[in-house]
């Protein structure tokens, strides 16, 4: 989900955009039948851990969010990466399940690339000890988001 919809991100932390503007069809559809199906337990974990900022946002959107009316709403950016970590998770058992992919995942920080001899190689930090140190790959395909805040 990365880092901006991951668990780097606060909970308290809103899309930049309302989700008309954030998302299109076919995937708005699959988020909003996503948000609508976990909103028992979305909205108590924000009520839970979410603090003043978060129990104001829910008072303020308190209408739309009984409704289901999303598409005006600037919702908790996590939602979207729990989203995201969901459809992932599906479309790999999907894929082991028909037998056309034998998937891997790898909990660890991308922090170097470099090309050798028609191979990438792919320095990692792992999140967890003992976790791989590096992966070597004939294709990468990177995504970026924003840099990390600079305190100043």
């Not at 609508?36 to 308190?62: I, M, Q, V, Y």
């Not at 479309?91 to 034998?102: P, Q």
Request: aromatic share 8%; with cysteine.
């Amino acid at each position: 989900c990365g880092i901006a919809y991951g668990r780097r991100s606060s909970i308290r932390a809103l899309a930049i955009q309302k989700l008309d503007e954030f998302i299109s069809e076919p995937e708005k559809g699959a988020y909003c039948a996503w948000l609508a199906r976990h909103k028992d337990d979305w909205l108590t974990f924000l009520r839970e851990h979410g603090g003043e900022a978060a129990a104001r946002w829910l008072d303020d959107n308190r209408d739309a969010l009984h409704h289901n009316r999303w598409g005006g709403l600037y919702l908790p950016r996590f939602l979207f990466g729990m989203f995201i970590a969901e459809q992932v998770v599906d479309a790999m058992a999907d894929l082991a399940d028909r037998g056309l992919a034998e998937i891997a995942t790898i909990h660890a920080d991308a922090v170097s690339a470099d090309s050798k001899a028609g191979c990438f190689v792919v320095g990692l930090r792992p999140s967890v000890p003992g976790g791989p140190m590096e992966i070597r790959a004939h294709r990468v395909v990177a995504a970026i988001g924003s840099p990390p805040t600079r305190t100043m």
